[in-house]
């Protein structure tokens, strides 16, 4: 087996001895590795993260499009933009190809169409067609201090359907949409505006008699075309006289989109694509193109999209706001009336030098969800660690040394003496264990060499051994006959016990004589 080869059975079995949560942290290590790897590193990660900071830099928090692709970058890429907007907005419209002589009265069941499903192969939305454009009116809200839904300005003022409508100053998306950008007309009245009179700025408005307006216009512009209603939103133009404006994707990613077109007969088509969700994650700028361009559209543009993106019919949200808290506040929106002539606005910026365009110090939906989230932190406390106090602390007992089984002691035993050839026998007493040992499991038995007579003469006979000691009397040797006689002891499963050598007969030289063995030694 090669070298590769071995590494790999190592390192399978390696990581197969692992928890289930290092396995994880290791596949999740691996696939940021990889995708990082692929996003920085070659040229469809570069087209991704270009297309993710265009979907950035068309929202509120086009300053976080630097992640994606560089500050540098970035600042380019906004710059960009605003170039294609107002290239988009170069060629003039042309008012006459509206045909409004063919347009009838109808009764408030027949201003609209009935909904319409819409999808592409990443969004779904809905549609309705507007039969007559002059029954169409921008609305503000009723409160000064705070925009308001869409679905609120219908059900306040009796329209039958609406769209919202221009941006907005949105701090940390959770703006009270009472700070408009740009300009706010209705009924040939600027109710709202930020620039002067000249300044152009992307205008999406209504002529008198009912033309669509789409393109860079300023408020002297629109007074010269008899313009009635009007808001801003900074974004390109869709359709001018047939002709699609948008090349390539339209550069501004996917996202929740409302775009407004008219037909050549004058029908105005409402379009809310819903976005961010699993369900539909938003559409792009040619695709909103392409589905009003076969709907017949010659002159189309965008309105404020994102999280304020909502169609409402007859008092009812029929899309799906990407807020987290449903319908947003907004400044204004396009609603159809019966009769639009019954409908004033509310001049709630009249006299303010400054505006509060609120955030999530003041946004009730948000303070709301955080009061909730303070009560279940305190009604459920995280529970505290046990720990031991010093007073509860237990000391650890010192461990005991077990006591040793104590040694029997041996007594020596009385040495013999004696005059002649033979020396007298030995005493071969042995002493008593001063304490009785315990047994042990397998005793090894011990033979221990018995008394030795001796003399310059003949050899005394031999003492008797030493045995091991045993709760019985000792043993006493034989007196000896001259010739040594050799000792043994038969092992016993006591424990083993120790003995003395035993008496020794000593003589000297002249006349032997018997050796007298006593208990205790005497002199010759």
Same mark, same amino acid.
């Given at each position: ?82 170039a ?9 419209q ?30 779904k939305?809905?549609?309705i ?23 609120s ?5 009796g ?37 002067d ?34 808001v ?32 050549a007969d ?9 976005g ?10 040619q ?24 169609l ?6 029929v ?7 449903g ?25 303010l ?35 031991l ?20 002691t041996?007594?020596?035993g009385?040495?013999?003496s ?17 304490? #009785?040992?315990?047994?042990?499991? /397998? %005793?090894?038995? =011990?033979? &221990? $060499? *018995?008394? +030795?007579?001796? !003399?310059?003469?003949? @050899?005394g ?26 000792? #043994?002891?038969?092992?016993?499963? /006591? %424990?083993?016990? =120790?003995? &003395? $050598? *035993?008496? +020794?007969?000593? !003589?000297?030289?002249? @006349?032997?004589?018997?050796g ?6 005497k002199?010759?």
């Amino acid at each position: 087996m090669s070298t590769a080869a071995q590494l790999l059975v190592q390192t399978r079995k390696w990581v197969g001895s692992w928890s289930w949560l290092k396995k994880g942290l290791l596949l999740f290590s691996i696939l940021i590795f990889c995708t990082s790897s692929f996003l920085y590193l070659t040229p469809p990660g570069l087209a991704i993260r270009e297309f993710l900071a265009e979907t950035v830099i068309t929202t509120q928090h086009r300053d976080w499009a630097w992640i994606f692709v560089g500050a540098e970058k970035r600042d380019y890429m906004v710059m960009r933009t605003h170039a294609e907007i107002e290239e988009s907005a170069r060629e003039v419209q042309d008012l006459g190809l509206i045909n409004h002589q063919a347009r009838k009265k109808r009764t408030a069941a027949e201003l609209i169409s009935e909904i319409k499903d819409v999808s592409g192969k990443f969004w779904k939305g809905k549609m309705i067609y507007v039969y007559d454009p002059t029954s169409i009116r921008v609305v503000t809200p009723h409160i000064a201090g705070e925009g308001e839904r869409i679905s609120s300005m219908t059900k306040r003022t009796g329209a039958v359907a609406g769209i919202n409508g221009g941006g907005f100053i949105d701090p940390d998306g959770l703006g009270n949409g009472f700070a408009p950008i740009g300009l706010i007309m209705s009924d040939k009245q600027p109710i709202y505006t930020d620039t002067d009179d000249d300044t152009k700025q992307n205008i999406v408005g209504f002529t008198s008699e009912g033309t669509l307006l789409v393109g860079m216009y300023s408020l002297n512009d629109l007074r010269k075309l008899d313009a009635k209603e009007a808001v801003s939103f900074l974004a390109p133009r869709l359709i001018a006289n047939g002709n699609p404006q948008i090349t390539g994707d339209g550069g501004w990613g996917r996202a929740p989109r409302t775009a407004i077109a008219q037909k050549a007969d004058g029908t105005i088509i409402f379009l809310a694509i819903d976005g961010r969700s699993t369900t539909s994650v938003g559409a792009t700028l040619q695709e909103v193109m392409d589905l009003l361009l076969k709907e017949g559209a010659v002159n189309a543009g965008l309105l404020d999209g994102g999280a304020s993106t909502e169609l409402v019919v007859n008092n009812e949200v029929v899309t799906n706001p990407s807020s987290r808290y449903g319908e947003r506040r907004l400044p204004s929106g396009l609603l159809v009336y019966d009769d639009p002539s019954t409908y004033v606005a509310d001049r709630v910026w009249d006299g303010l030098t400054k505006i509060n365009a609120g955030g999530a110090f003041d946004h009730p939906e948000f303070l709301r969800e955080q009061e909730e989230l303070k009560r279940k932190a305190l009604q459920n406390p995280p529970k505290p660690t046990p720990t031991l106090s010093p007073q509860t602390t237990k000391t650890p007992e010192p461990t005991k040394t077990p006591e040793s089984t104590p040694k029997p002691t041996v007594t020596p035993g009385n040495t013999g003496s004696g005059n002649g050839a033979t020396g007298g026998a030995g005493n071969g007493a042995t002493g008593s264990p001063t304490s #009785t040992p315990k047994p042990t499991p /397998t %005793p090894t038995p =011990t033979v &221990t $060499p *018995g008394n +030795t007579g001796g !003399g310059t003469g003949n @050899t005394g006979n031999t003492g008797g051994t030493g045995t091991t000691p045993v709760p019985t009397p000792a043993h006493t040797a034989t007196p000896g006959t001259g010739t040594p006689t050799p000792n #043994t002891s038969t092992p016993t499963p /006591t %424990p083993k016990g =120790t003995s &003395t $050598p *035993g008496n +020794t007969v000593t !003589g000297t030289s002249g @006349t032997p004589s018997a050796g007298t063995p006593v208990g205790t030694p005497k002199s010759n």
